[in-house]
């Protein structure tokens, strides 16, 4: 009975030991991230896109009527 017991506490201790080192190591790399001056949501196209296939055409007016094709 005893033996059973220490397994149990011993598998409970090694799941709390690992959890405390994933969220640890979570937060630490989270500081070091937020930490630099990237400018995140600021991101501009590639400044030479290459140039649509042949044959796609493109809306004039209005919104796309895709009928959810890319969903």
Avoid: C, F, W, Y
């Avoid at 991230?33 to 649509?52: F, H, I, W």
């Avoid at 796609?56 to 094709?69: A, K, L, N, Q």
């Amino acid at each position: 009975m005893r033996s059973v017991t220490a397994r149990r506490l011993l598998a409970v201790l090694v799941i709390a030991a690992a959890a405390a080192a994933a969220i640890a190591l979570n937060l630490i790399l989270l500081g070091k991230a937020s930490a630099q001056n990237d400018p995140v949501g600021k991101l501009v196209p590639a400044k030479n896109l290459p140039a649509a296939p042949q044959g796609t055409v493109r809306p004039t007016t209005g919104p796309v009527h895709d009928e959810g094709s890319d969903d």
